[in-house]
């Protein structure tokens, strides 16, 4: 099988052994070729491996180990942790809430069944194991201003339920079986070299291309929507640290993280100061707007900061500065 035949993954160097060996599922997505490229300078290249179900582009094949990886296949997923002698696992497949809401059933297989397999690979071969939960894991009856770590979570999304389901199961194991469970709950998080596909948040990255594009962009969200957002260095950095705290210092195993909280309407005026003749409408998607409207608008993460000293880096300012320096607003 693929993961027997690269014997680069097995030709661990001696302090390259000190290490801890990574597999990343649903490699592909948003996040996780930036989490490869972070976690591969810090344990080196051959211990992080990337999978997804998906072909790679070249530059990610050729930039460290990758490989097929089904998280709904338990024998190929359970194969690959002892065949690479995976000691942390990033859970990162997964639908979100927009395109999670078009299919319900690959929604429920892909975030229900295939995290079940996940965790108990995870408990069976004793690996530390990370997996993302999100603001969409409230729902309209969650206090929405600011969301605070405990309280009443009943999303309206599958992708929101399967993340709560993910939340109290990971910590479930985490307390029956020791699983070393460790969970974020990111806000919408903004790139630059990599798309989201199918969130509610997705505009806040669209609106970036879009102006660099044509100068015009449609949001499907109202003006006045208010959402906690993150550039993705954040988001990485602060998942590194949540998986390299010592246990003593977690309170608890899911920590809401955030860094700001914005309206389509204050990116627009940010990224006007880029692009001044940005024009842009609106064109509200009930689903998603919906959607967006039963989220938090806040994010209260005053417990992650306190017991393992999350700090972001980037505000609004900084976050439209870093976007248009990567995607450059001369291509136009
Ligand atoms: C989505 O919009 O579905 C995601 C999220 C906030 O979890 N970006």
């Given at each position: 099988r693929q993961v027997a035949s690269d014997a680069s993954f097995h030709s661990v160097t001696f302090s390259e052994s000190d290490h801890p060996r990574v597999l990343i599922t649903g490699?592909?997505?948003?996040?996780g070729v930036g989490l490869a490229k972070l976690l591969r300078k810090r344990f080196g290249k051959n211990n992080v491996i990337l999978s997804d179900i998906r072909k790679p582009a070249d530059n990610v094949f050729y930039s460290g180990p990758f490989i097929f990886a089904d998280i709904l296949d338990y024998k190929n997923l359970r194969e690959i942790v002892v065949n690479n002698r995976i000691t942390w696992l990033f859970h990162y497949s997964a639908l979100l809430s927009a395109v999670g809401e078009a299919n319900v059933p690959l929604a429920r297989a892909v975030n229900i069944t295939g995290l079940h397999n996940v965790l108990d690979i995870a408990a069976e071969h004793n690996l530390r194991l990370f997996v993302p939960s999100t603001?969409?894991?409230?729902?309209?009856?969650?206090?929405?201003?600011?969301?605070?770590?405990l309280c009443i979570q009943r999303p309206r999304t599958i992708y929101g339920v399967s993340k709560v389901h993910a939340e109290l199961m990971g910590e479930y194991y985490h307390y029956r079986y020791g699983l070393d469970f460790r969970c974020l709950r990111y806000p919408g998080i903004i790139s630059a070299d990599s798309q989201p596909g199918?969130?509610?948040?997705d505009y806040a990255v669209q609106i970036f291309h879009d102006a660099i594009k044509s100068g015009k962009f449609k949001c499907?969200?109202?003006?006045?929507?208010r959402l906690p957002m993150m550039y993705i260095d954040d988001c990485l950095k602060a998942t590194l640290e949540v998986m390299e705290a010592?246990?003593?210092?977690?309170?608890?195993?899911t920590y809401n993280i955030n860094a700001m909280s914005f309206t389509p309407e204050d990116l627009a005026q940010e990224v006007q100061k880029y692009v001044p003749e940005l024009q842009v409408t609106y064109n509200v998607d009930q689903v998603k707007q919906a959607i967006a409207d039963s989220w938090?608008?806040?994010?209260?993460?005053s417990n992650a900061r306190r017991d393992w000293g999350w700090k972001h880096d980037y505000d609004l300012p900084e976050l439209v500065t870093t976007m248009f320096s990567y995607l450059g607003s001369d291509s136009r």
């Amino acid at each position: 099988r693929q993961v027997a035949s690269d014997a680069s993954f097995h030709s661990v160097t001696f302090s390259e052994s000190d290490h801890p060996r990574v597999l990343i599922t649903g490699g592909l997505g948003q996040l996780g070729v930036g989490l490869a490229k972070l976690l591969r300078k810090r344990f080196g290249k051959n211990n992080v491996i990337l999978s997804d179900i998906r072909k790679p582009a070249d530059n990610v094949f050729y930039s460290g180990p990758f490989i097929f990886a089904d998280i709904l296949d338990y024998k190929n997923l359970r194969e690959i942790v002892v065949n690479n002698r995976i000691t942390w696992l990033f859970h990162y497949s997964a639908l979100l809430s927009a395109v999670g809401e078009a299919n319900v059933p690959l929604a429920r297989a892909v975030n229900i069944t295939g995290l079940h397999n996940v965790l108990d690979i995870a408990a069976e071969h004793n690996l530390r194991l990370f997996v993302p939960s999100t603001i969409g894991a409230f729902g309209p009856t969650s206090p929405r201003d600011p969301t605070p770590d405990l309280c009443i979570q009943r999303p309206r999304t599958i992708y929101g339920v399967s993340k709560v389901h993910a939340e109290l199961m990971g910590e479930y194991y985490h307390y029956r079986y020791g699983l070393d469970f460790r969970c974020l709950r990111y806000p919408g998080i903004i790139s630059a070299d990599s798309q989201p596909g199918g969130g509610t948040t997705d505009y806040a990255v669209q609106i970036f291309h879009d102006a660099i594009k044509s100068g015009k962009f449609k949001c499907y969200l109202r003006p006045d929507t208010r959402l906690p957002m993150m550039y993705i260095d954040d988001c990485l950095k602060a998942t590194l640290e949540v998986m390299e705290a010592p246990a003593e210092a977690l309170t608890m195993r899911t920590y809401n993280i955030n860094a700001m909280s914005f309206t389509p309407e204050d990116l627009a005026q940010e990224v006007q100061k880029y692009v001044p003749e940005l024009q842009v409408t609106y064109n509200v998607d009930q689903v998603k707007q919906a959607i967006a409207d039963s989220w938090p608008m806040n994010f209260d993460d005053s417990n992650a900061r306190r017991d393992w000293g999350w700090k972001h880096d980037y505000d609004l300012p900084e976050l439209v500065t870093t976007m248009f320096s990567y995607l450059g607003s001369d291509s136009r």
